[in-house]
């Protein structure tokens, strides 16, 4: 893959908003590198994504999407990365988390991966949290609540279980299996340019096509990423007092985390997890509230932005879906301790009722999880923890 490096960098205590970098071409062969332009890009071989791909899991959460969407994003993943499924899939009256697992039997079959799956209302998973006394995931019944941010918490704890280093997640209602692939090789990408342990990579979608007035429309930016990015950026400013534009990827579905990162950060239930990681990262390491990790300031934190070639083309699921992302993510930016009053100004005007406090669930870190033990009573209790391997 040849990539620009990052223009601009901003930092925000000790952590680093690189800006986003094109991609210049899928893949860079193996001896022709270019040698103009070398300051400018970066030039990563087939063999470094390898490396990295062998230490990463990839997590798909999925509710009830078709399988054939499922099988073109499998078909995307290099074969070398780990791939975990954790379903919230309805068991009934038709059990669509049993016809997932067949697909991937199937399918397996063939190509011999290595992907773990397992159901989010999984009981035996479910008495695990309870055990440990990790209740931040379990719903008033003691089961794990739905939702795709305890869905990507679940996929987290296999890829530790596993031992990978990093971990990247990709939706599975993604449409064009190149793109899935090309997220993969961003996120190895970006790894091999983070200079700190504790990186994030974000995926920045060129375009997001979609259909209007019969003719394929590429649009530059998703509605919600577009608003949550700008509250963000409007914080970094109120700190800076210099006006910023840096971060474009407030909810990017598509993004990967070294595991040193992933185990330090809370998660914010459903939709407002991906703008949460942005917001947690500056409270806990941006220099305004005490660091509980000098570790981390040492390094430094890594936030890349990297945008795709692919166009990405999902399942269309309506605009009251669309509100409740927007919603969601914004109540997490204006219930942050670091939120400032001209944010929370600007915020509230898109708030359908005036919110006081936010009711969104918070899931502790995977430091805060006994997780031996954890580990332990989950594989003997498990009921749809499977392993496919020929
Ligand atoms: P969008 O693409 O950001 O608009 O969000 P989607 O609705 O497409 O969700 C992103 C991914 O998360 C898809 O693969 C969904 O199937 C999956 N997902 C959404 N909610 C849940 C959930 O409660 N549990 C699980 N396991 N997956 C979910
Ligand atoms: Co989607």
Redo the contacts with the bound molecule.
């Keep these: 893959m040849i990539l620009e490096l990052p223009r601009r960098t901003e930092h925000f205590g000790a952590v680093r908003f690189h800006d986003v970098q094109r991609v210049y071409e899928l893949d860079s062969g193996t001896r022709k590198f270019p040698t103009r332009s070398r300051d400018a890009v970066a030039t990563i071989s087939s063999q470094e994504i390898d490396k990295i791909n062998e230490k990463m899991a990839i997590v798909i ?3 009830d ?1 078709k399988l054939k969407l499922l099988e073109g994003v499998l078909s995307g993943i290099p074969h070398d990365c780990l791939v975990i499924v ?3 899939s309805q068991r009934s009256p038709v059990d669509r988390f049993m016809m997932e697992k067949q697909m991937i039997k199937q399918f397996n079959h063939f190509v011999d991966d290595e992907i773990l799956l397992i159901h ?1 209302q999984d009981l035996g998973l479910s008495e695990a949290f309870k055990t440990v006394g990790f209740n931040s995931i379990l719903d008033k019944e003691g089961i794990v609540r ?3 941010a ?2 990507m918490f679940i996929g987290l704890l296999l890829t530790k279980m596993l031992g990978k280093e990093y971990v990247g997640f990709v ?3 993604n449409y064009v299996p190149g793109a899935v692939h090309e997220y993969a090789e961003i996120y190895a990408a970006g790894f091999i340019l983070a200079e700190s342990p504790y990186s994030m990579v974000r995926v920045s979608w060129v375009y997001k096509p979609k259909i209007v007035q019969d003719k394929l429309f590429f649009p530059k930016f998703g509605r919600v990423s577009e608003i949550s990015s700008q509250h963000l950026n409007r914080l970094i400013e109120s700190y800076t007092g210099f006006g910023t534009d840096i971060i474009k990827t407030g909810n990017a ?1 598509e993004h990967a985390m070294s595991m040193r990162l992933a185990e330090l950060l809370p998660y914010a239930s459903g939709y407002a997890v991906e703008t949460y990681e942005i917001i947690n990262a500056l409270e806990q390491f941006g220099g305004v509230l005490p660091c509980a990790n000098p570790q981390v300031t040492a390094k430094g934190v890594d936030i890349l932005q990297i945008e795709t070639r692919n166009p990405h083309l ?2 269309v ?1 309506g605009d009251e ?1 669309i509100q409740d ?1 927007l919603q969601t993510s914004l109540d997490i930016i204006y219930n942050s301790p670091i939120c400032t009053e001209t944010v929370k100004n600007s915020i509230l005007k898109y708030f359908e009722v005036t919110k006081e406090s936010s009711s969104i669930n918070k899931i502790d870190p995977i430091i805060k999880l006994d997780f031996p033990r954890f580990m332990q009573i989950m594989k003997e209790k498990s009921q749809t923890l499977t392993e496919f391997r020929e």
């Design positions: 959460p999925i509710k999407e954790v379903s919230g989010q739905s939702g795709k305890e869905a939706d599975a209602d579905g999902h399942e699921k879906h992302m």
